[in-house]
């Protein structure tokens, strides 16, 4: 599998969501897990042994460009990854629940059916009921995060608390944003920016 590099990064018209996900053509992220196309097995990239690597403008083989790209996991495949060996920690636990929750929102942001049945609907629930206990309150980034979750739930009001908890100038456009949504009900992921 391969990752692509990019000659220049920049957030020049990236869109950064409620949920804490930022979504910039010009700087890509990357999976830090995924599952390889041929035997199906999820692996934590930094633990993939490095086979080869190039420099930008150098002729690549043809294998290596039919190579495919790493990808970032189903939602079914995070639940999978989170109750298996891979789960060793918090960390890893908190970047499984928190890439279901986008995964799910990144339905709302492509405007395709958010929560298919009731089977999803427990599994959005119960993903957001556990992200909740492991946000960092130390964590001001992971507070908002924490409030978005809440309003999500379309707990307004614990939204709000936590969102006029946080005492720093250069987020109180951030909170105006939430404090809107809160008061017209909105438990969809919005755009910050």
């Given at each position: 599998?391969?990752?692509?590099?990019?000659?220049?990064?920049?957030?020049?018209?990236?869109?950064?969501?409620?949920?804490?996900?930022?979504?910039?053509?010009?700087?890509?992220?990357?999976?830090?897990?995924?599952?390889?196309?041929?035997?199906?097995?999820?692996?934590?990239?930094?633990?993939?042994?490095?086979?080869?690597?190039?420099?930008?403008?150098?002729?690549?083989?043809?294998?290596?460009?039919?190579?495919?790209?790493?990808?970032?996991?189903?939602?079914?495949?995070?639940h999978f990854a989170l109750n298996s060996v891979l789960t060793i920690d918090k960390n890893h636990e908190l970047y499984f629940r928190k890439?279901?929750?986008?995964?799910?929102?990144?339905?709302?942001?492509?405007?395709?059916?958010?929560?298919?049945?009731?089977?999803?609907?427990?599994?959005?629930?119960?993903?957001?009921?556990?992200?909740?206990?492991?946000?960092?309150?130390?964590?001001?980034?992971?507070?908002?995060?924490?409030?978005?979750?809440?309003?999500?739930?379309?707990?307004?009001?614990?939204?709000?608390?936590?969102?006029?908890?946080?005492?720093?100038?250069?987020?109180?456009?951030?909170?105006?944003?939430?404090?809107?949504?809160?008061?017209?009900?909105?438990q969809n992921v919005i755009q910050l920016n």
């Open positions: 599998m391969k990752k692509p590099g990019w000659l220049s990064g920049n957030t020049f018209g990236a869109k950064i969501y409620s949920d804490g996900k930022q979504v910039a053509e010009m700087l890509p992220n990357f999976p830090q897990i995924t599952k390889c196309k041929k035997c199906n097995n999820i692996f934590w990239v930094k633990d993939a042994k490095v086979i080869g690597e190039f420099e930008w403008g150098n002729k690549i083989s043809q294998e290596w460009e039919a190579a495919p790209e790493l990808g970032f996991l189903s939602i079914e495949d995070y890439n279901i929750w986008w995964s799910f929102n990144d339905r709302q942001r492509n405007d395709l059916s958010f929560l298919n049945n009731d089977e999803e609907r427990q599994q959005w629930f119960e993903n957001l009921k556990k992200l909740c206990e492991l946000f960092d309150e130390n964590n001001t980034e992971q507070q908002i995060m924490k409030a978005e979750v809440y309003r999500n739930l379309g707990r307004f009001d614990e939204c709000k608390i936590i969102i006029n908890s946080i005492s720093i100038p250069e987020l109180d456009w951030i909170k105006e944003k939430y404090i809107k949504a809160c008061d017209e009900q909105n």
